[in-house]
C-alpha cells in the first residue's frame, strides 16, 4: 500500500506554441505520477509524451499490487520498488526509440521525463531530461531533481544561467538512442509535503522563489496549480506549460473526512424523506 497523498494535475500549451506536447499520468490508488515533455517537432513530441507516461505506468501497474515495497533490492542500495520504476522507464524508452526507427516522420522525436512512486514512507525517483521535481517541506522549496541539459552541466552562476543562449538544450531523453541513463534516487517524506513535477515550461518563465511563495501561501493544491501556470504565462508562457502536485497525507485523516462527509450526507437524506413523507404524500 502506498501512503494516502492529494493528487492534482494541470498542463497548458502556453502563449507562444501551437501544440501540447506535454503528457500526465497519476493514479492516487498506486501513489505513481508521470509527467513528460515531448520533442521531435509535429506530432513526434506527442507520440512520444504520450507513450512514455503510458508505458511506465502501464509497466507499474500489475507489479505493485503484489510487490513488498519495503524491501530493499537484493545487492543493491535502493529498495525493489525504485528498481521497478528504472525498469519501466527503460521500457519506454526502447518502445520509442523503436517507434522513431520504424517510421521516418517519427525519426527525431524523444521525450523529458520524472516519475515518482509514493510509499509509506519515502518515494522512488526516475527522471530523464530536465522535467524537476521539486519538494516543498515546511516554506523551504527544494529541487531533488538534476537537470540533464549543458546548463547544469557547465555550473553557472544563477545570472549567468539566465541569460545562457543554449539553456534548454538537454543532454539526455528518451527515445534518441537505444540505450539511456536513467536517474533514481529516493527520498524520505513526511505528511503536508508538497511535491512539485513540472516541465520546463514553469522553471524558465519562474523562479525557485516565486514558486515557493505560490506553493506556501495557497492551501488547496488545485488552487496551487492554477497560480502557477498563470505566472508562467503573465511572464511569457514560451513553452507548454505543465505541473503536477502531491501532497501526503496523516494517516487516518481521510477516512475521518470520509465519516463525516458520510454522516452529513445520511442526516440530509432522512431529514428530506421525512420531509417528503410528512408534507408531500397527503396529496397524492
Known sequence: MCNRVEMVCRTDKGLVRERNEDFLGIDNSSGIVVLADGMG???GGDIASELAV????????????????DKPHT??????????????VLKANQIIHEMALAKAHFQ??????????FHNNFISIAHVGDSRLYRLRGNKLRQITKDHSLLEELDLEPEQARY???KNYITRALGIDKQVN?????????????????SDGLTNMLDDSDMQNILSNTHRLDQA?????????????????????VRPLPKGSEPRQNFWL???????????????YNHLSPLL
Open 41 to 43: 517537432g509535429y506530432e
Open 54 to 69: 503510458r508505458t511506465i505506468m502501464n509497466e507499474l501497474a500489475h507489479p505493485l499490487k503484489t510487490l513488498c515495497r
Open 75 to 88: 545487492n543493491h542500495r535502493y529498495h525493489s520498488a525504485t528498481m521497478l520504476l528504472e525498469q519501466a
Open 108 to 117: 527525431n522525436m524523444g521525450t523529458t521525463v520524472v516519475a515518482v512512486l
Open 164 to 166: 545562457f543562449p543554449n
Open 182 to 198: 536513467v536517474e533514481i534516487q529516493e527520498d524520505n517524506i513526511l505528511p503536508q509535503d508538497i511535491y512539485l513535477l513540472c
Open 225 to 245: 496549480a492554477k497560480l502557477l501556470i498563470e505566472a508562467a504565462n503573465t511572464q511569457g508562457g514560451k513553452d507548454n506549460i505543465s505541473v503536477i502536485l
Open 262 to 276: 458520510q454522516r452529513i450526507f445520511r442526516n440530509m437524506h432522512e431529514r428530506i424523506s421525512s420531509f417528503m
